[in-house]
C-alpha cells in the first residue's frame, strides 16, 4: 500500500495568516514528510473564487514542490479539468514532471462547484464531453510527435506539444471518479482512480477495466482519508474540531448546491453530522492499532493508495506533523514488504 499528503492551502479568515507564512510553514511540513521516509507522494487540489484561499493553480504549486523534494511523486488530486484548455495542461504537466525529473501523476477530475463553472463561461453540461476531448488530446500530446484534433469543443492542426515529459510514454494518470461515468472513463483513460465516495466504487470500477479489455490488477485504487494520532482525543478534538466543521461546511454546501448525484442534496446536513455527531471525534482521532486495523480492512478491500489530508482549513501544518511522523515510523512500515 501507498501513502500520500494531499495540500489545498486554505487559509479561513477566522485564522488568517498571511498568505507567504503559510505557504512557507507548508512548503517546510512537505521538507520535513520527505524527509520521515516512508510517504510516497504528495498531492494539490484545486478550488476556485472561495472565501478561504483554496488553491486556484494546482501546477504552480506542483512545480513549487518539485524544486524542494528529491524523491516523493508529486500529483493531483485534483485538477478540474473542464475548467483548462487541454493543451495548456498538457504542456504544465510536462513542466511538473521535467522539474521533479519524472515524479508527476496527472489527476484530472470533472469539477461540481457551481460558481466555478459560471464565472469560467463554461456549460455544466458538457463536462462529460470536454472531459473526453480533453483526455484524448492530453494522451495524445504526451505520446505523439505531431497530431491534429477535431471535435465539438477543440479543433486544431498539426501541433507539436514540446517540451517531451521525462517519464515515457506518459506520465501516470489517475482519475477521480464518485459514479458510474466517471468510473468508466477512468477505465479507458487511465492508469487509475482516486475514488471519491462508497467502498463500492472499487468493485465497479475494476470490473469497468475488464470490460474495457485492460488487467484490473494494473490500475491503482486510492482513496481519501483523515485521521490525527493521539492518545488524547478529547484534547485532540477539542483543538481541532472548529476546522473540521469549516471544511466539512464547505464541502457540504458546494455538493449540495451543485446536486450532480441523488445523495447530494443531502450532503449539508451529512456534513454538518460528521463533526456534530457524539461519533465525529472517534472517525478523526485514533491510536496507532486502529489506524493499522482499518487501513487493513480497505487493502483487503482493493485499495492501494490512501491520500491523507495534510492538515485541516486554518489549522496550523506544523501542529500536524507529530502525526505524520508517527505514521512514517509506526504505521507505514506495516505495509511495506
Not at 472565501?51 to 524523491?71: C, F, K, Q
Not at 461540481?112 to 464531453?129: Q, S, T, V
Not at 464518485?178 to 483513460?189: E, N, S, V, Y
Request: aromatic residues 12%.
Amino acid at each position: 500500500m501507498q501513502f500520500g499528503l494531499l495540500y489545498d492551502f486554505r487559509n479561513p479568515p477566522p485564522w488568517f495568516v498571511p498568505s507567504p507564512a503559510l505557504y512557507a510553514e507548508t512548503f517546510d511540513q512537505i521538507r520535513a514528510i520527505e524527509s520521515f521516509g516512508g510517504w510516497d507522494s504528495v498531492w494539490v487540489t484545486e478550488h476556485h473564487f472561495t472565501d478561504d484561499g483554496y488553491l486556484p493553480t494546482v501546477n504552480a504549486a506542483a512545480s513549487a514542490i518539485a524544486m524542494i523534494t528529491e524523491r516523493v511523486k508529486i500529483g493531483h488530486s485534483v485538477l478540474l479539468l473542464p475548467l483548462h484548455h487541454p493543451l495548456r495542461i498538457a504542456e504544465e504537466g510536462a513542466i511538473v514532471d521535467i522539474l521533479s525529473n519524472g515524479r508527476f501523476i496527472f489527476g484530472p477530475g470533472l469539477g461540481y462547484k457551481l460558481d466555478e463553472f459560471d464565472a469560467f463561461g463554461i456549460n455544466r453540461k458538457h463536462r462529460p464531453r470536454v472531459m473526453d476531448e480533453s483526455m484524448e488530446i492530453i494522451t495524445r500530446a504526451w505520446t505523439e510527435e505531431r497530431f491534429s484534433f477535431h471535435g465539438r469543443h477543440f479543433n486544431f492542426d498539426d501541433l507539436a506539444v514540446t517540451p517531451r515529459p521525462v517519464q515515457q510514454p506518459r506520465p501516470p494518470i489517475w482519475m477521480a471518479a464518485r459514479a458510474d461515468a466517471p468510473l468508466k472513463r477512468a477505465a479507458r483513460f487511465a492508469d487509475g482512480v482516486i475514488a471519491v465516495g462508497s467502498p463500492e466504487l472499487i468493485t465497479r470500477y475494476r470490473g469497468f477495466v475488464a470490460d474495457a479489455g485492460r488487467d484490473p490488477a494494473a490500475m491503482t485504487v486510492a482513496v481519501l482519508r483523515s485521521v490525527i494520532l493521539s492518545e488524547d482525543p478529547g484534547a485532540a478534538w477539542e483543538d481541532v474540531k472548529e476546522h473540521v466543521r469549516w471544511r466539512s461546511e464547505r464541502y457540504g454546501q458546494w455538493y449540495g448546491e451543485a446536486g450532480d448525484l441523488p445523495e447530494d442534496r443531502d450532503w449539508t446536513r451529512r456534513m454538518r453530522m460528521s463533526t456534530d455527531e457524539p461519533g465525529a471525534m472517534a472517525n478523526l482521532i485514533k491510536d496507532v492499532p486502529t489506524e493499522i486495523a482499518q487501513l487493513e480492512a480497505l487493502e483487503r478491500a482493493g485499495v492501494d493508495c490512501v491520500i491523507y489530508f495534510a492538515t485541516f482549513p486554518g489549522y496550523p501544518p506544523s501542529k500536524m506533523l507529530p502525526t505524520w511522523e508517527r505514521f512514517a515510523q509506526e504505521v507505514i512500515p506495516r505495509f511495506r514488504s
